[in-house]
């Protein structure tokens, strides 16, 4: 199965019954993609490496590093071959 990056983390296909009426409501969640949620993890294991000072290399320097390992992530998950 594919992943795409500007998917939602969460499940979206989700279906309730509204209270009153027994009326049947799609439910969109909204929330972080796979890719925001990818570099947030990767910016954390930055952030917590002990041979690594986060402090030390500029913050926007860091986003990126953090934006490369998400999308590099999301690629070897849709690598062929399984």
Sequence with gaps: MKTKANDS???TDMKDVCEGTG???NLKKQGLTKLEY???QA???F???PRHDCMEYPH???AQMAV???KALIDALNE???
């Design 80 to 82: 062929d071959g399984e």
């Design 60 to 62: 926007e320097e860091m």
């Design 43 to 45: 910016m954390q294991g």
């Design 23 to 25: 009326m049947v409501v």
């Design 9 to 11: 983390i969460y499940i």
């Design 38 to 40: 990818f570099a947030s």
């Design 47 to 49: 952030c917590t490496n």
């Design 68 to 70: 490369k390992q998400a």
